[in-house]
């Protein structure tokens, strides 16, 4: 990988004798008279390293490393300090500068001085792409949406990401909130630790609290060795407890514990065990109702709760479907390394007409299962699961119909789908093969 410089000084021979010893060096060089053409330059190009003069005509380069420091925090800067301004070259360094030489005096230096600077830089300008890289997959860029009930909790999320204060997502489930405390804690200054995700509900009580806060060995039967625990693992970062409604309340008092104390117990220990540890908590049911009913303690949702933000059901923000629908497709085409694939119109009406009970988890399988299902480029309402076809949600109140008869015309309907094909009938309706052929033989659907 080339590298870019920029010289900044306003005397045409030193710094068109300097661009051309860097030029056969392999550098591709910029140049400019002054502080103004350098920061447009800046403006335009990626710049690896600034090599910049101190006695500027329109500015002092020491203010102007600071400034570019600020502006471009990859790029390295070099200062030319003139004779007896050794000064200059330190105070420089004290600013960002990478290092300094003395003008006429460091011939020999300039090119290890500037391979190094560039070693450096590239490094950062690495680090700076991996980290943008994140924050399309993990950070606020990942959440698709426009909808003012998405903006809304978008907008809180942002702001409290800064702090350091537990925040208590809320919503149905499937409505993305993983997806929203992964953007806080790669939007916070906790980023560069773990983000450590742990679903309550999945987990036994003993396998949970040994997993959330680790054990001795010998402990309980079976812990052979010492566990850190997820408390643990996640020190200087967040932990993310997913349906925290479903942990049991001896654990809760535990969790109470850590939030108000930043310290554990670990399984069969007897010693605390220090944390500094973001709790990011969400849940699908209404905590303020649990805790009136006995089954979640009352202090702990108020320590939760410091800064909650709801999150919308897919039905609320039908706006963003078309946004999220086309995002889905592309990634599964990609992954299928098929060609970009089109939504036809009367595809995306059919999704916006649909209830969504399972939100946006919802839609990405009922698109990866489109894509997976079409012959063609475009996606059309026939690759639709039967229920997204038929507006099953407002049946004629005025006719009725028994049971059998609608079983009958269902499997018929979704037999037709198919082409026949009974094993993908059955996966669609949610019964075995077996079950399948003894309806097919029922009905006389042969």
Not at 64 to 90: M, N
Not at 368 to 382: C, G, H, K, M, N
Request: charged share 25%.
């Amino acid at each position: 990988m080339s590298a870019t410089l920029l010289i900044i000084d306003d005397e045409p021979r030193l710094r068109q004798l300097l661009a051309r010893i860097l030029q056969l060096e392999g550098y591709t060089v910029l140049e400019a008279e002054n502080a103004r053409t350098g920061l447009k330059t800046l403006e335009r190009e990626a710049v690896h390293v600034v090599i910049s003069d101190v006695k500027l005509p329109d500015k002092n380069g020491i203010e102007l490393t600071a400034q570019l420091k600020q502006l471009y925090p990859a790029t390295e800067i070099i200062v030319l300090t003139a004779y007896g301004t050794i000064q200059d070259g330190v105070t420089a360094i004290k600013n960002g500068a990478f290092d300094y030489i003395t003008k006429g005096d460091d011939n020999d230096r300039i090119i290890p001085l500037v391979s190094r600077a560039v070693e450096k830089a590239k490094l950062q300008f690495r680090v700076q792409q991996l980290e943008a890289q994140v924050n399309r997959r993990h950070g606020f860029d990942s959440i698709i949406g426009h909808s003012k009930a998405i903006q809304q909790p978008i907008a809180l999320a942002r702001k409290v990401a800064a702090t350091d204060a537990t925040v208590l997502l809320t919503g149905e489930t499937g409505t993305g909130k993983e997806v929203f405390a992964q953007a806080i804690h790669y939007a916070s200054p906790r980023r560069s630790g773990s983000f450590v995700a742990v679903n309550c509900g999945a987990l036994g009580k003993d396998i949970l609290e040994s997993e959330l806060f680790g054990h001795r060995a010998g402990a309980f039967t079976g812990a052979t060795r010492d566990q850190k625990g997820l408390f643990a693992e996640a020190d200087k970062g967040t932990i993310f407890l997913d349906e925290i409604g479903e942990m049991p309340l001896d654990l809760q008092a535990k969790l109470l514990r850590v939030l108000e104390t930043h310290e554990f117990l670990r399984v069969g220990d007897t010693k605390p065990t220090k944390t500094d540890v973001r709790v990011i908590a969400a849940t699908n049911r209404s905590l303020e109702q649990e805790a009136n009913a006995g089954t979640f303690r009352l202090d702990l949702y108020y320590r939760l709760s410091v800064f909650g933000i709801e999150l919308p059901s897919l039905r609320d923000r039908r706006d963003d479907i078309p946004a999220l629908a086309e995002l889905f497709a592309r990634q599964d085409a990609a992954k299928m390394g098929r060609r970009e694939i089109q939504l036809s119109p009367a595809f995306v009406q059919k999704l916006q007409q649909h209830p969504w009970k399972g939100n946006i988890r919802e839609l990405k399988n009922v698109i990866e299962r489109a894509v997976i299902l079409a012959d063609t480029s475009e996606l059309t309402p026939d690759l639709l699961p039967y229920e997204l076809q038929t507006d099953i949600t407002a049946p004629d109140p005025n006719v009725i119909v028994d049971l059998a008869t609608l079983e009958q015309q269902h499997i018929w309907r979704v037999l037709k789908h198919t082409n026949g094909q009974k094993p993908e009938a059955a996966r669609l309706l949610g019964i075995g093969l077996t079950t399948l052929y003894r309806k097919i033989q029922e009905y006389g659907l042969d």
